[in-house]
């Protein structure tokens, strides 16, 4: 039962191992310059310290939509290229639909104004 | 690899398609239309939802399950199909002017009420929890956002944010009472299953199917505002769009009593005892509370919304007595609710104008001189919702009582009339300012739009036609109430 989900656990070995080996090597091999900005922990741009409530843009949000918008369709798309053939013309057709909702979501969003950016 | 596709049946859902298909196609409208051409977003939704309604009709009398057992066909599912559609479609009406006097006739607000109604039909007619969930979340988000629409003004942002907070909370907990019963029944969630599941299991899994079905109840208790989980329905039902307010209060209400009736009804005959404990206690409670508070009330769509924790009271009376008759009565009284309050809602629309500037109880003082008509309309509505014959409200309450007597539960009916009885206070307080006091100033024209009118005449002739003759609407009810065998 178990010996099924081996190449799982070597899959996660080789993970682990080639991020551990190439984190390692760059720490030896790299020249390091620390400045202050370089050391802060990286927060998308905003800065990390101080205090939570500011304004800032609603186009985060904007991105965050379309981001929604292809991230979705794209993970939904991988699984579907995996059993392409076995579903056949079913599974194209319900991609279709599945991909034109996601289309009229990025019409909708791009009718509105969303894409001009000043 | 081979992959089975199951076998499925696109007419089945057709009413869902139709006003999926609808409200995609206001959203693209909208997007792509020039500013100012958007006057005929209601009429598109009227057409779908007519267009939704005559499928409903053909699907009548159906049976089974489609898409892999995930959906059920049947006529209770269909019954509330209607009904919900009759809700959406009043909302529509009385919706234009309103929105049109704050500069939000927007697209949107269609396209999200269709998607929510979408919903609504769902949750009528999931086989299966999670399909539930979805309809559920479907229904929900779209209304978020709708309580939300008057972006500028104070209070519809509170009710927004108050609804979206809390009622994530309450999904949290209907989901994690699904995971207990997904525990409890080894993986079955489909509910013309979970009954026998939950019996094979029950000596084993005794404990977790209770604290299942306890998270159920809160999650479906804040769907219904029932007691105590009932909070935010006076600040929401306020702060929300008129229109949305009227949607909230009928639509909301009879999707999750579907769906609540069904998994009570069909899952749990293992577990009477302690549901129906629960529940009487829960039902004693809203009605109790939602009417003695509501005599406090002077804003009118707050006294509306605490009526309408007490209308969740007698609907969850109906629920304990769990009878053929008390099956019966909550379609029933739903279909009357549905048209007496909306009915009320658009006359609060109407008399409010400017922008809700009217809300008080007291605007409604002498309009029954100056507006006879209106104020006609209005007292048919709380009459109705007091119960008194001949209208629809009466004959609900009528059948809810004998249900509960009829399963036992003499005391229940007891406290319930004697609810209904503290109800008629506020409910006629309203009629007596319209007739009996002079009014403080001139209330200035009233602008009648056709809609609205509409609307009036549909509600008022309805909720007396389903007050006089109830016995086709009686009859549908208990066609489609058969398929709970166990009641």
Redesign the interface.
């Known amino acids: 039962m178990l010996t099924n989900y081996l190449p799982v656990l070597l899959y996660m070995l080789i993970a682990i191992g080639l991020v551990g080996v190439i984190v390692l090597l760059s720490e030896f091999l790299g020249k390091k310059t620390h400045t202050y900005q370089k050391d802060l922990p990286y927060e998308c741009g905003m800065d990390p310290i101080g205090d939570a409530r500011h304004r800032y843009a609603v186009r985060f949000y904007v991105i965050a939509m379309f981001f929604i918008v292809f991230d979705i369709e794209a993970i939904f798309l991988y699984p579907w290229g995996v ?1 392409f053939k ?2 056949g013309w ?1 599974g194209l057709v319900e991609m279709a639909i599945f991909i034109f ?1 996601l289309v ?1 979501g990025l ?6 104004g969303a894409l001009e950016w000043e | 690899m081979t992959i089975a596709i199951p076998t499925f049946n696109l007419s089945s859902i057709g009413p869902w398609l139709t006003l999926t298909v609808a409200a995609i196609l206001i959203l693209l409208l909208d997007a792509l239309s020039p500013k100012g051409r958007k006057a005929y977003f209601p009429q598109l939704s009227l057409i779908a939802l007519a267009v939704a309604a005559l499928q409903t009709w053909w699907l009548w009398g159906q049976s089974g399950t489609d898409f892999a057992r995930m959906v059920f066909l049947d006529n209770f599912a269909f019954y509330f199909y209607l009904i919900v559609i009759l809700g959406t479609t009043l909302t529509v009406l009385i919706s234009r002017h309103y929105l049109e006097e704050w500069g939000k006739n927007l697209g949107e607000y269609y396209a999200l009420l269709l998607f929510a109604t979408v919903g609504m039909m769902l949750m009528a007619a999931s086989n299966h929890l999670i399909m539930l969930f979805l309809g559920l979340e479907i229904m929900s988000i779209a209304i978020y956002v709708l309580a939300g629409l008057f972006r500028e003004d104070a209070r519809s942002n509170e009710a927004a944010l108050k609804y979206l907070v809390l009622g994530a909370f309450s999904s949290a907990f209907l989901l994690f009472g699904m995971a207990f019963l997904y525990g409890a029944t080894g993986g079955n969630l489909f509910i013309g299953e979970l009954a026998g599941k939950i019996k094979e299991a029950l000596p084993l899994t005794k404990p977790l199917t209770l604290l299942g079905l306890a998270l159920l109840l809160v999650g479906f208790g804040f769907k219904v505002a029932s007691v105590p989980f009932h909070m935010w329905t006076p600040d929401v039902y306020e702060g929300a769009p008129t229109s949305i307010t009227a949607f909230m209060s009928v639509g909301v209400k009879a999707a999750a009593f579907a769906a609540f009736a069904r998994i009570m009804f069909a899952a749990f005959p293992a577990f009477v005892l302690e549901w129906h404990m629960l529940l009487w206690v829960l039902a004693v409670a809203t009605m109790t509370i939602g009417n003695v508070v509501a005599i406090a009330q002077t804003n009118i769509k707050r006294m509306l919304a605490y009526s309408s924790i007490a209308h969740a009271g007698y609907l969850l009376v109906a629920l304990v007595a769990a009878n053929q008759l008390g099956a019966v009565s909550i379609i029933y009284y739903l279909l009357a609710y549905t048209l007496m309050n909306v009915g009320a809602f658009g006359v609060v629309i109407l008399v409010g104008r400017k922008k809700d500037s009217y809300l008080n109880i007291y605007d409604y003082a002498g309009l029954g001189f100056q507006h006879p008509v209106l104020a006609a309309a209005m007292s048919v509505f709380m009459f109705a919702l007091a119960g008194i014959p001949p209208t629809a409200g009466f004959v609900g309450k009528f059948y809810i009582f004998s249900a509960a007597v009829q399963a036992g539960y003499i005391w229940l009916a007891i406290i319930g009339v004697m609810n209904s009885l503290v109800s008629v206070f506020y409910y006629l307080r309203i009629t007596v300012l319209m007739y009996m006091r002079p009014a403080e100033a001139d209330l200035g024209p009233i602008a009648f739009t056709p809609g609205l009118v509409a609307a009036l005449i549909i509600t008022c002739a309805g909720t007396i036609l389903v007050g006089v003759f109830p016995g086709w609407f009686y009859d549908l009810a208990v066609a489609s109430v058969k398929i709970f065998p166990a009641l």
Do not use: A, Q, R, S
Request: positive net charge; aromatic residues 24%.
């Open positions: 059993i076995p579903l079913f909702i009229v019409v909708y969003v791009w009718g509105k």
